[in-house]
Structure formats: structure tokens, C-alpha cells
């Protein structure tokens, strides 16, 4: 009788035991400049948020383990190099490596060079951090994904800050990275503020290289032309030899200094980063990150494990696991139990609205496929040796975000009203 | 002012690779690794200095120290181990020899360091600053600058003033003849690869205070200082200093009056100098072609 128990306790837990996994190709900078200040905390943030599901310990609706029990598996892979490799080693993760959907991309360029590929292979693609709004305003997509916000609601957010920090601002100037992130974050945030300013004044708008490294005369420049606000979206090295170059010579004391990535060097650069400087973590994410259970278990957990802060690319990555487990779950349900199709978990996916460690996501744009969020910008003060932010100001989704069927930049240029 | 900074980081950068090219006919892609080695180097053995509560005003000593350890160690390895068995082969393949070194340098920074940054902001603030103009300069600038003048006038005076340097030079014009005349070369080209390297990491090293030292530094100093080179003539000290400081003064002058032709400038010039003068301002005559 005793072997009759174990046999059928043994056969009970076997369809558990063998549930076929769900293989997540996960795609992000390993090396190169964006591999520490992006790739490796959201490597990171996808292993440990992969762990935590798998024993099914994240809260409730989150808490049913792997993807409707079936444990999941990452297949890691490098974002560095062309956009043509991303191409052929995305088609060699559907094709060979069989994958069940793909989460990554930090690079737009790669974001909308993967879009139209992922399309044809039929596979679900979930962008988690790269920023360019035109991948949904371009091109509608079945099979692709992004429950991160665009970089319009970056630019957009931090000139409605400046505008409440500095009300009488009557001058601007730039420091951006010559390139579509630089030149598509300065062009945005102008617009806004000339909206905002119909009198603004912009000073200059200087556009280094990628990755120069020196930048006093560029330094020099902004000092010289002396801006009520300087706006910058450097990030990686750029923005920290930014930040280091620029502290001594009293830059961000000469102009309010908004960064709109700051937030990934605040907790590597704290003391050098003056106080009174804007920082912004693309979202409510890191410091802005609302006080809600799942960032409890997520910041809490991430600095057990790793012994560091997660940033934004760590919040957005885990929050692309979040919001396609929660579909992936719907339409398993709905599919009465049985492993939903990619066709399936995209139809759940979108237009829907899920929680995370930043708040409320929703797929509200790009017909179902683009999330909104709000925002937040605040100022840093370094308190009892460690840099926090002050005077939060938090926008809504719709402040920030353009309406459905509507283009960023129309929207800007429109006065962005809110729908 | 920044132009005269920049043009000073540049220097000292593009020294050590005409040096290289004029001995020995190298164009040496991994004078690129060697400014990061030294900036990582000297990032962290600062930072050990610094952590170790020794005194912030000797991390100046640290880099040099660190500069000169990544040349002593690495560049004997690399010209003794690999590039000496290539001599006999053609530029194009040693540049290539060169540039594959650049890659597997990369990776083994990366296998030393990680990729995460590594930043000693302390060094840069500690001297304070200056005003020129009404605008503010950390004082550390002039010592980018100090470091560049000793490093060109230095070499200047080795190569026409001391016996070491004449020997060289002889070396320069004809390494056979120089073979036959009791000149033993390969020590002169050991010598030539590791104060070239040297003058790379150390350029390197004293650029980390200002700077973020991450994966990939090397790449965007080489192209740069191909720019100088080329523009002042491949070999040529003065040339590098008049290439440097064209390319520094040029840059500033489009980042403050024209900033959006900033990257284009820079090219702009090296190809208006090699449209007039396709060996660069200071080329010499060809020694071994009489």
C-alpha cells in the first residue's frame, strides 16, 4: 500500500516536475560602454526577477510560479555590435535556439531594426528600455511589445519641471550626444519648452561625439553663454566625465542642470553630483519608484542579492517580465489552461494595464502596444554622505504621453494637450 | 584656454605613436590599448592610494607610477613576444597585427576590470581652480598641459642632444646601415615601443581624473590622434604638435562660435592638409628612397 502511495504521490508531481519550460531569449548590452550603466543591471534585474517567479515568491497577481507554472529559462544574449548582428542572432534565437518570446533592447536603432523581423517570425517581442516613440508611430505591429515609455515622455516631463522649478525661465541651452538619442531628446525638449516659453531664448546646443570624453570647451561654451537651464540626456561615461568635468567649474551652479538619465549615475557618482542638479530615471523608476509592494519585494530583493541599487533599466526590465507573465497567465486562463499560443499572450497583452515596481503600466498606445506612465523629475541633495532627491513632482501618464493615433512630435508642437 | 587643454591631451597622446611610426614604421593600433591601460591603471592604483588614507596630493606620483608599470610590464611583452617575429613583413599586415592586439586588449581589460566604471574624481579637484576670461579651470588642467610640454621637449632634447638619441636617429634613417654599423636596432625598437607606449599610458593615466574609465576609452583616442598625426606629417614630432594643436584650437573655436560642424571640422582639416600635402605639414624626405 506504501508503494502504491509513493508511485501515485511520484506520478502526481511528475507533469509538474516536467511542465515544458518557457525559454525567454533575453537580449542586452554584456559588453561594450551601455554594458554598466544598462545591460548588466538589467541582466541582473531579468535573473533575479526570473528566480523569483520561478519560486514563486513574487506578490500576488505575480506569485503563481514561472509563466502559469511553467518554470522559465533565459537564453542571454549580447546587444553589442551592428544592428545587422542583432538582426542575424535575433533570427538565430527564433530559429535555432527556439525560443518562446524574446524581452530586450536598450538600442532604438536596434529596437526598430528588430520590429519588422520579429513581425515576419511571428514571435513575441517585448522592448524593455530602448526609447524611440517612432517604432509604434511608424509601423503597427501583432507580435510587438513595449511596456517601457518613449523617450517623448523623458523630454516632455523634464520641461514641465523646469517650468515649475524655474517659473521665469528665459533661457535654455544643450548638451547632447550627437546622435538620434541626443538630437531626438533636444529636439523634443526645445519644442516643449518653446511651447511652454513662447519667448524662450535658446542659447546654444552643443552635440559632441559619442563617447569624445573631454568636454571643457563645450563646458566653457555653456558657461559662457549662461542659460536659466541647461538640458543634457548623456548617459554612460559621457554623462559621468559630464558630471565630473563640469561640477568643479560651477557649471550646475551657474544654470539648473537637468539630466535626464542622471539617475543611473546617482548612486556611482553621489558626491560629485552638485546638489541642486535635476535628475531624471526615465519614469517612475529607482528614487521616483512609488512605495508599493511590488517595489518593496523588487528593491528589497535586487539589493539583497546584488549588494546595489537597481536603476531604471533594472526597474524597466523587470517590469517587461511582470506585465507578459500577467498576459501570458490571462490567455492561459482564457485558453482554458493549456499553454497559450504567441498569438494568444499578444492578444492579452494588449491595451492591457498591469502593476509593477514603478506603478501602473499602461498599454494604452500604439493601438495596445506602447505603454504610458507617469513621470517624475526631482533635484539632488546630498543628505548624511549619500545623494537623494528633493521636490519631487510627479506628471500623469496623459500629461506627458501624446494620445493614441497621435505622433509625439505633432502632439508637441500641438501644445500637448492631454486627451 | 580649452583649446590649448585639449590640444595638450592630444599631444601627449599622439607623441608616443609618431614617435613609434618614425622608428619603426609601425602604425601602432595599440598605442590605443596602452592610453586605457594607463588610465586603468592608474584609476585604480589611485583609488587604493586614496582608500589607504595616504596623502591625496602624491596620487599625482601614483599615476605616474602607474603609467609607467603598464609600459615596463606590457609593451616588452607585446614587441618581444609578437611584433619582432613581424618586422620583415609588410605596414599593412603589422597594422593589422596591431589592430587585432587592439581587440584582444579590449577583452582583457574587461577580464581584469569588468565593465563597470571606475572613477578617482579627488585628483582633479584637489589643486583648485583658476579663472581665465571669467570662466573657471580646475588647476589639474595645467598639468595635462606641464605633462605635454616635458613629454615633447624631453623627447626633442633625447633625439638631438644626448648620444642615445643620435644613435636613434640613425636608426630612423636607415636601421641596415645602422645594423652594420654595430647599432644593435631591435634594442632601439624595444626601447622606441616602450617610452611610445609609455607616453600612451601616461596620457591615459592622467586623463582618468576627468573622466569616467570605461570599456572602449582606447577606441575614440586613436582616431584622434591618427587625426593629429596625419594632419603634422606620420613620423614628425613638430608635426604632432602643430597637429595637435590645429585640431585642438580648430575644435574649440567650432564648439564655442559653431558648434554644430564640431565633429565635421576636425576632418575637415586633416582632409584640406592631405589634399595640399598628401604626407602631412611636416613630412621629411624619404632617407631610404636616395
Redesign the interface.
Known amino acids: 500500500m506504501r508503494k502504491v502511495l509513493v508511485a501515485l504521490a511520484v506520478a502526481a508531481a511528475m507533469p509538474a516536475a516536467h511542465a515544458q519550460s518557457v525559454k525567454i531569449g533575453v537580449v542586452t548590452f554584456l559588453s561594450g560602454p551601455a554594458a554598466a550603466p544598462f545591460g548588466v543591471p538589467a541582466k541582473n534585474s531579468a535573473e533575479f526577477v526570473v528566480e523569483q517567479l520561478n519560486n514563486g515568491q513574487a506578490p500576488a497577481p505575480y506569485s503563481k510560479k514561472g509563466f502559469g507554472g511553467a518554470p522559465l529559462e533565459i537564453v542571454l544574449l549580447d546587444e553589442a555590435g551592428s544592428t545587422t548582428t542583432q538582426v542575424t542572432e535575433f533570427r538565430n534565437l527564433v530559429q535555432r535556439q527556439n525560443v518562446d518570446l524574446i524581452i530586450g533592447y536598450v538600442s532604438s536603432g536596434n529596437c526598430l531594426a528588430i520590429a519588422p523581423v520579429a513581425e515576419e517570425l511571428k514571435k513575441l517581442t517585448n522592448f524593455f528600455d530602448c526609447g524611440t516613440p517612432r517604432i509604434f508611430e511608424d509601423a503597427s505591429y501583432e507580435y510587438v511589445f513595449r511596456t517601457s515609455p518613449t523617450a517623448t515622455m523623458d523630454s516632455v516631463g523634464a520641461a514641465l519641471y523646469v517650468k515649475d522649478a524655474k517659473p521665469g525661465v528665459k533661457s535654455i541651452a544643450g548638451l547632447n550626444q550627437n546622435y538620434a538619442w541626443g538630437q531626438d531628446s533636444w529636439g523634443d525638449f526645445e519644442a516643449t519648452m518653446k511651447v511652454l516659453v513662447p519667448s524662450l531664448d535658446v542659447k546654444t546646443s552643443q552635440m559632441p561625439k559619442l563617447f569624445a570624453g573631454q568636454y571643457n570647451a563645450e563646458i566653457s561654451a555653456l558657461l559662457s553663454a549662461k542659460p536659466d537651464v541647461i538640458h543634457s540626456s548623456f548617459w554612460d561615461g559621457d554623462l559621468e566625465a559630464f558630471i565630473l568635468q563640469a561640477g568643479p567649474r560651477g557649471l550646475m551652479k551657474q544654470s539648473l542642470t537637468i539630466l535626464t538619465t542622471g539617475e543611473t549615475a546617482m548612486h556611482k557618482l553621489g558626491k560629485q553630483i552638485p546638489d541642486g542638479t535635476v535628475l531624471g530615471a526615465r519614469g517612475p523608476f529607482g528614487p521616483y519608484a512609488p512605495n508599493n509592494q511590488y517595489n518593496k519585494w523588487f528593491h528589497g530583493g535586487f539589493v539583497a542579492k546584488y549588494k546595489d541599487e537597481p536603476n531604471y533599466a533594472s526597474y524597466q526590465m523587470a517590469q517587461a517580465f511582470l506585465g507578459v507573465k500577467a498576459a501570458w497567465e490571462k490567455a492561459q486562463d482564457a485558453n482554458g489552461g493549456k499553454r497559450p499560443s504567441n498569438e494568444q499572450v499578444a492578444a492579452a497583452l494588449k491595451g492591457s494595464t498591469f502593476e509593477g515596481p514603478g506603478g501602473t503600466v499602461k498599454m494604452s498606445i500604439g493601438k495596445g502596444h506602447q505603454a504610458v506612465m507617469e513621470t517624475a523629475y526631482g533635484v539632488t541633495k546630498l543628505q548624511g554622505g549619500k545623494l537623494t532627491v528633493t521636490n519631487v513632482k510627479r506628471y500623469p501618464a496623459e500629461k506627458v504621453n501624446p494620445p493614441e493615433g497621435v505622433k509625439s512630435a505633432d502632439w508637441i508642437k500641438g501644445g500637448f494637450k492631454a486627451q | 584656454?580649452?583649446?590649448t587643454?585639449?590640444s595638450a591631451?592630444l599631444f601627449t597622446a599622439a607623441l608616443g605613436l609618431t614617435l613609434i611610426y618614425g622608428v619603426m614604421k609601425i602604425v601602432n593600433v595599440t598605442h590605443g590599448s596602452f592610453y586605457a591601460l594607463g588610465a586603468y591603471a592608474g584609476a585604480s592604483l589611485t583609488g587604493a592610494w586614496l582608500a589607504a588614507g595616504y596623502p591625496p596630493m602624491l596620487s599625482y606620483v601614483v599615476l605616474l607610477v602607474a603609467a609607467v608599470l603598464v609600459a615596463i610590464v606590457v609593451a616588452p611583452l607585446i614587441e618581444r613576444g609578437i611584433l619582432r617575429f613581424m618586422y620583415a613583413k609588410d605596414e599593412v599586415v603589422i597594422l593589422l597585427i596591431t589592430y587585432a592586439l587592439f581587440l584582444i586588449l579590449e577583452d582583457v581589460i574587461?577580464l581584469i576590470w569588468g565593465?563597470?566604471?571606475y572613477?578617482i574624481?579627488e585628483p582633479?579637484?584637489l589643486l583648485g581652480?583658476f579663472e581665465v576670461g571669467g570662466?573657471?579651470?580646475?588647476t589639474y588642467?595645467l598639468i595635462l598641459v606641464l605633462l605635454a610640454l616635458v613629454s615633447g621637449v624631453g623627447l626633442m632634447w633625447l633625439l638631438h642632444s644626448t648620444r642615445v638619441g643620435k644613435l636613434l636617429v640613425a636608426v630612423i634613417h636607415d636601421p641596415e646601415v645602422s645594423r652594420a654599423m654595430g647599432i644593435n636596432v631591435h634594442r632601439y625598437y624595444l626601447a622606441t615601443f616602450t617610452f611610445g607606449s609609455l607616453l600612451a599610458a601616461l596620457a591615459g593615466a592622467f586623463?582618468a581624473?576627468?573622466?569616467?574609465?570605461?570599456?572602449?576609452?582606447g577606441?575614440?583616442i586613436i582616431v584622434l590622434s591618427f587625426a593629429v598625426v596625419v594632419i603634422g606629417g606620420l613620423g614628425s614630432l613638430p608635426g604632432a604638435a602643430l597637429g595637435a594643436v590645429i585640431v585642438g584650437v580648430v575644435?574649440?573655436v567650432s564648439?564655442?562660435y559653431w558648434?554644430?560642424v564640431?565633429?565635421f571640422v576636425i576632418y575637415f582639416v586633416m582632409a584640406m592638409v592631405l589634399a595640399f600635402r598628401p604626407r602631412g605639414l611636416f613630412s621629411l624626405a624619404e632617407p631610404r628612397k636616395i
Do not use: C, Q
Not at chain 2, 570662466?135 to 580646475?138: K, R, S
Not at chain 2, 581624473?209 to 576609452?217: E, I, N, Y
Open positions: 584656454m580649452d583649446g587643454i585639449y591631451w574587461k565593465v563597470n566604471p572613477f574624481a582633479y579637484a581652480s570662466l573657471a579651470y580646475p588642467n586623463t581624473p576627468t573622466v569616467s574609465v570605461v570599456p572602449g576609452l577606441v575614440e575644435r574649440s564648439v564655442h558648434p554644430a564640431e565633429l
